[in-house]
């Protein structure tokens, strides 16, 4: 039987087209997809992100701890309430999981991890606390709900529904986030647009998610967070990095630090020995149609794969992250054109520079 979030009757009672998603009886959309992700570019949608899980790390060691297990390094969060976005690397350098890690309090953090991978990563977390004999512990924290509301609305809104929160929001600044009580609110979001995710008792969800909707807040499912993810280029788990492939060739080379030489996490050494022989790059589709996952991009270094592609509503043409060979030491050039294998048709595309729409204004043309 698949897993239900604390909002699946909400769902169900609002008419939602229910799918199975690792797992999870998720809404796929609430009546039109792409309605709600022009909401979402132009005022404010909402999404049930129930299914991600959040753990605590708490303990002595669970700074020590989180910098060998992260590529990025959390000592740069220096006070409470800072956020940044990582990934969890294997020996190999490939990506276990992307991930967000949240200081909340001295020995005390928050690590959001993907719905698909909760289980795996959890096993990962515990053998390394285990190898390390690290004096850190976790706890799933799935008495948790979580809401995205995003949108150029939609930090106005969320005050609207719940005004208690405006004075500990107010000024909060992206990738940071604030305790409210029981609740977490995060300037964050897989959207590409401006916004907060809200992790609440499960207990106060379905209320809370009428009241955002009775601020204006519209219902979206897993079909628009795609669309919108994707336009502002943001790595899918499983699709445009996995475990066999490094964050280097996966367009995150910017959440890899190196700075502290003497800060050997997992993954390092295989990161540093190895030149990325692949970039991953968004694609414009010259001709008509769709671009896939999967499909084959012909380039004159050699053959890449496209990793994620959709129509994308918002530019009103097809678009794509595909895993290019690089030149030499160079990635591919921005301008370059590229064939894509299309049912057996080799058709046009042109290599952009990513990402492709950010905060509701159109990067490319």
């Known amino acids: 039987m698949p897993l239900r979030t604390p909002l699946f009757d909400t769902h169900s009672s609002s008419g939602a087209k229910l799918v199975d998603f690792g797992g999870w009886e998720m809404p796929l959309h609430y009546g039109s997809q792409v309605d709600e992700h022009h909401q979402v570019r132009k005022a404010a949608g909402m999404f049930d992100v129930s299914h991600m899980l959040g753990v605590d790390i708490t303990g002595p ?30 020996e190999r350098g490939g990506v276990v999981d992307d991930l967000i890690v949240t200081l909340l309090a001295p020995q005390r953090f928050r690590v959001v991890v993907n719905a698909s991978t909760a289980d795996k990563d959890l096993a990962w977390m ?122 280097l060739e996966s367009g995150l080379a910017w959440t890899v630090d190196l700075k502290d030489a003497a800060r050997d996490f997992i993954g390092r050494r295989a990161l540093t020995a190895n030149t990325p022989k692949r970039a991953l790059v968004g694609l414009r589709f010259l001709d008509r149609g769709v671009l896939r996952a999967h499909m084959k991009v012909v380039t004159p270094a050699g053959d890449g794969e496209i990793t994620s592609g959709t ?7 097809s678009i794509a992250l595909a895993r290019l060979p690089r030149v030499g030491d160079a990635d591919p050039r921005p301008g370059s054109d590229v064939e894509v294998d299309v049912r057996g048709k080799l058709l046009p595309a042109r290599i952009v520079k990513a990402p492709f729409v950010r905060h509701g204004k159109a990067l490319i043309s």
């Open 61 to 90: 060691d669970a700074l020590a701890y989180l910098r060998t297990l992260l590529a990025n390094d959390v000592a740069k969060l220096d006070a409470p309430g800072r956020a940044l976005y990582s990934c969890m690397l294997n």
């Open 126 to 247: 515990n053998a390394r606390i285990a190898a390390a004999g690290a004096n850190a512990q976790l706890l799933p924290r799935r008495d948790l709900a979580m809401i995205a509301i995003q949108g150029p609305a939609a930090r106005a809104a969320v005050w609207s529904a719940w005004p208690e929160s405006l004075p500990a929001t107010e000024n909060l600044k992206p990738f940071h986030a604030a305790e409210i009580g029981e609740r977490l609110v995060s300037r964050t979001g897989y959207t590409g647009e401006d916004g907060f995710e809200i992790a609440l008792p499960a207990g106060d969800a379905a209320a809370f998610w009428k009241a955002l909707r009775a601020a204006g807040v519209a219902p979206c499912g897993l079909g628009a967070r795609d669309t919108l993810r994707l336009e502002a280029a943001m790595n899918l788990y499983g699709n445009d990095m996995d475990e066999s492939t490094s964050p």
């Open 311 to 317: 129509f994308s509503p918002t530019l009103g043409f």
